[in-house]
């Protein structure tokens, strides 16, 4: 490799898709538009949870302008009609019962979706309600109604070294996720035992980008999906199961994605826009309302509950947790946030014995599925605000307490784990530094407005968790590069830095390399775009197709030339030997006459699996949010304000710093506005903010006044040039930090978010009757 | 996609400078007019509500959210939306500082963005922090936590100040 200064790496120059997305050219699937093309609309259940009766679509079917219209008697016919990760228990359309309110139950293509919309309205559906489920606590009572009486279809992955898995181990239960490791009887020989439980919101993607795609069916043995879907070979898989068709009669295309946050995987319009299209024998259109996103993919509300040992002096010992889920009324990926979030619940510390079931609950609700953080939110709410707990209870301060458990650089999380490759204690006194952490009484109150410092740290293994990457690079006559892989551009600034690396390695400016559109039928395989995993995994993927292709070229080179390739360097499209350029395109020219030719280089990557890691593959990157808060709560009105709020990650190597700088503040502010007012609220089975205007999300003026973050460059990752994923790690921290400072500010504790004025006060109330 | 309901009738307003003649419905909203017929694709809906502001273009200057604005109440105005700001293949001074600052993620909001910004600088050349906070307030960005927009926008009314005349 060459030991001139990187050209690529490090640098804030603009995003590769900067030009198109302040132009307005950027073209997303909302814009695609296809002669003939049709307009889905869905008709939804107005009830919690019920049987259908009867459903009369014959005066939508004869209205004009109606060209399909799909209920349970045309999904009969089609070979798998449902859907979901683990377990297959979502229906294309309802067949015998609803489980949610705003659960599919019919849809309808039509000239426009005016049309649609009236020929839903002529839709006759009786229902017969049945009781719905809603408590967590109670979903599994006996005199709980079920939302499936037969289990659906599903699977157990293979665990390794103490995790394990099970469907339906209860009423209303869909999957569980359990692991333990070490001593059963380490809370023996705790100086104390501590238990708190915590509870924690529901919030919604509220990607701008609506759910959508545009599908194409209209010849029989091919489909055409253009699709806002973060994981397109997934998706082709699940296509092909349920209609039954080839793979490689399916081509899924993704332009660019408004925003996704976790919601963008797995079906969500497809499968009801491909079964019109094939009914209509034309293209559909299916583009859900900001309102339909609320009802189609959530965040999971969860109830933690965690059992801590503890020496007197601080030293942690053991932690067992039992988490319940709120999944809502279809599997999704709930089995796999389980999983995570079983995973997590420890947190980034030093453990004897840990011991932990996770639980996905099913309520009547809207289906809950992957958000950013994927379980890591949950548990780092729960963790960090019992770390403190702890400390207070002790006598000790909350940093210190931190500082002697955490997990050392180099050291595994678990037995059969990969080592923690970020310093954690470096990145916790970075937190220190910048806020200004002082201990506790250390601040200025203002009257009644008193002020407090809390400090949090998020954790979660980065990367996923089987996910093979395929990468090409290929390389023209003219040193034109082409850069294809299956990393879809969501807004993460993945194009951004697989290009530079790829440049990087090529000797070029980034400027040289395109980006291909992501289509199933040419991109070469890959898992999704998720899991914080595109530089982590895709990036290794990548790079070694860059090299590849370097190495074809100076293998090609040698043989012109007549020397070994070790003597040869590739800059600018000129091999250089000493102080000797030979430009490439007339060398190539020379050689292949013609047209000239490509030199393909391919790049894979895999993580090893080993049953010695607890998810069979040691964790590809461990992802940090560090996190402090400084807060002022009115006691008069119980308001909390963040007046300063800091977050840092580690990218261990910051392929682009602005990209990177981005993430960790996008995420840190859903962070706080979870924190304090961000949520889904359900009134029973009915979601009564599920709109714009009432669900509220932040805006420019709720950040604190002072709010920065700072990238750390560790360099311990897997990733290019020592990346490590980013993305996530920024909400972790945020919410239990500043639960942590409102406890410093007024010595309350409050367990269950948002940390809303109600509540402070409430809270405040009770210390002062106590 | 006209409504068969609603009967067509004629609309004349200015598009990016340039006079349009067309014909419209009373159910049609700006927003579907320009993405449909017109414009181009870079007005982008979100929520459809007038509350998220990504759909956000300038009717005589004035940020409207075109989703809520029915296409015949521009009749006679002038209508700015995006794809009107370069000019000559030139990003205008606003874009240009988005795109330096990486102030986008998605970009599903940084059409609505860099209009806003353009409104406001037009008022005012020189915003101070709490003006670009309120009007930056006005639009959603679910993805950037906002504070590379706000330094875009005050790079970008640095940039219109220097290239002033
Ligand atoms: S789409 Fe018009 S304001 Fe949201
Ligand atoms: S860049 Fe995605 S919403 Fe602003």
Redesign the interface.
């Known amino acids: 490799m060459t030991e001139a200064p990187l050209r690529n790496i490090g640098r ?1 120059d ?2 590769i ?12 699937t ?2 695609i538009d296809l002669p003939g093309m049709l ?1 889905a609309k869905v008709l939804r259940s107005p009830h919690g949870h019920a049987r259908i009766v009867s459903i009369d679509a014959s005066a939508a079917r004869a209205m004009p ?1 109606v060209h399909a219209v799909l209920t349970r008697d045309e999904t009969a016919a089609i070979p798998m009609p449902v859907y979901g990760y683990f377990i297959k228990d979502q229906p294309i359309v309802a067949t015998d019962k609803v489980r949610y309110e705003g659960d599919i139950v019919a849809a309808v293509a039509a ?5 649609a919309n009236r020929a839903l309205a002529a839709i006759r559906v009786e229902y017969e309600p049945q009781p719905v489920v809603t408590d967590l606590e109670r979903a599994s009572d006996p005199d709980a109604a079920e939302l499936f009486e037969e289990p659906p279809v599903g699977i157990v992955p293979k665990y390794g070294q103490g995790a394990s898995g099970e469907l339906r181990p209860r009423r209303n239960v869909c999957y569980r996720f359990s692991y333990e490791t070490g001593p059963a009887d380490a809370f023996d020989e705790c100086d104390h035992v501590f238990e708190d439980v915590f509870r924690f919101s529901r919030m919604h ?6 759910f959508v795609c545009v599908a194409d069916w209209s010849r029989k043995d091919r489909i055409e999906l253009w699709t806002s879907c973060q994981n397109p070979f997934p998706l082709r898989k699940e296509i092909a199961r349920i209609f039954g068709l080839a793979e490689n009669r399916i081509a899924v295309r993704v332009p ?4 996704g ?1 976790g919601s963008k995987n797995g079906c969500k319009t497809e499968p009801v826009a491909l079964a019109l299209s094939r009914l209509a024998g034309r293209p559909v259109r299916f583009c859900l ?2 309102e339909e996103g609320f009802l189609t993919n959530t965040q999971h509300a969860a109830i933690l509950k965690v059992k801590t040992g503890v020496m007197q002096d601080g030293m942690l010992v053991a932690r067992k947790s039992e988490i319940l889920l709120d999944s809502g009324a279809y599997s999704d990926g709930s089995p796999l946030v389980a999983e995570k979030a079983g995973y997590r619940i420890p947190g980034p510390y030093r453990y004897r014995r840990i011991e932990t079931d996770c639980y996905c609950v099913m309520t009547n609700t809207a289906p809950a599925g992957p958000f950013r953080g994927f379980g890591g939110t949950q548990t780092s709410w729960a963790c960090e605000s019992q770390i403190d707990m702890i400390a207070h209870r002790l006598g000790i301060d909350p940093y210190d307490m931190r500082r002697k458990n955490l997990i050392d650089l180099g050291e595994p999380f678990v037995p059969g784990e990969s080592g923690m490759d970020s310093d954690l204690r470096a990145g916790l006194d970075l937190v220190v530094r910048e806020l200004g952490y002082r201990r506790r009484g250390g601040l200025e109150d203002d009257g009644p407005v008193k002020r407090g410092m809390g400090l949090a740290i998020g954790f979660k293994d980065g990367g996923g968790v089987n996910k093979p990457a395929l990468a090409r690079v290929k390389v023209s006559t003219g040193g034109d590069i082409f850069l294809q892989c299956g990393t879809a551009e ?4 993945a194009h951004t830095a697989l290009s530079a690396v790829v440049a990087e390695r090529l000797g070029a400016d980034r400027s040289r390399v395109r980006y291909m559109p992501v289509d199933t039928d040419h991109t070469p395989f890959d898992q999704g775009t998720n899991a914080s995993s595109a530089i982590s995994v895709m990036g290794q993927a990548v790079d070694r197709a860059a090299l590849a292709a370097r190495a074809q070229i100076l293998d090609f080179a040698a043989g012109v030339l007549d020397c070994p390739a070790e003597e040869l360097d590739l800059a600018d499209w000129e091999i250089r030997r000493g102080n000797e350029a030979h430009p490439l395109a007339p060398m190539i020219m020379g050689h292949f006459g013609g047209t000239g030719w490509e030199f393909v280089g391919e790049g894979f990557h895999k993580a090893e699996n080993s049953h010695a890691a607890p998810l069979e593959a040691p964790c590809v990157f461990w992802e940090i949010g560090w996190g402090g808060a400084q807060v002022a709560v009115d006691t008069e009105t119980g308001l909390v304000t963040v007046e300063k709020l800091f977050v840092t990650g580690d990218a261990g190597r910051a392929i ?1 710093p ?2 990177c ?10 962070g706080l506005s979870q924190a304090l007012f961000e949520r889904m609220i359900y009134d029973g089975s009915r979601l009564v903010n599920g ?3 009432t669900y509220r ?1 932040p ?3 709720d ?1 604190p006044e002072d ?1 920065r ?1 700072v990238t750390q460059e560790q360099g311990h990752g897997p990733g290019p040039f020592g990346a490590k994923g980013m993305g996530e790690g920024g909400m972790l921290p945020v919410a239990s930090a500043i639960a942590n400072a409102i406890h410093d500010a007024v010595g309350v504790r409050i367990t269950e978010l948002p940390l809303s004025p109600e509540r402070v006060l409430a809270a405040l109330a009770a210390k002062d009757g106590g | ?5 609603d009967p067509r009738f004629d609309l004349s307003f200015t598009l990016n400078g340039a006079p349009v003649e067309t014909a419209t419905t009373t159910a049609t909203a700006l927003a579907d007019l320009l993405r449909e017929g017109c414009g ?10 007038a ?2 502001g ?1 759909c956000t273009v300038l009717v005589d200057g004035v940020p409207r959210a075109s989703c809520s604005v029915f296409a015949f109440e521009v009749e006679g105005c002038a209508v700015q ?3 009107g ?2 000019n000559d293949g030139e ?1 205008s001074p606003v ?2 500082a ?5 102030a ?8 609505g963005m ?1 209009l806003l910004t353009e409104a406001l600088l037009a008022r005012d050349p020189d915003p101070d922090e709490a003006a ?3 009007w ?3 639009n ?11 330094e875009a926008v005050r790079d970008a009314a640095r940039r219109k100040r220097e290239t002033a005349p």
């Open positions: 804030p603009r995003r898709d900067a030009g198109e997305k302040v132009s307005g050219r950027a073209v997303y909302t814009d307009h302008g000239e426009d979706e005016g049309t993607h509220f990607h701008l980008e609506p660019y994605i408004g925003g946050f309302t900001l969501i807004g993460q600034g682009h602005l990209v700088r981005g993430q960790d503040e996008g995420a840190a502010l859903m709109d714009a205007l999300v805006l420019a003026d950040l709010f973050s | 996609m006209p409504d068969r309901l181009g694709r870079g007005t982008r809906l979100a929520c459809e509500r509350v998220c990504a939306m995006i794809e700001l370069e990003l874009q240009a988005f795109a330096d600052n990486s986008f993620q998605c970009g599903y909001c940084t059409a860099i670009i906070r309120d930056i307030s006005s959603i960005c679910r993805c950037t936590g906002y504070s590379l927009i706000l």
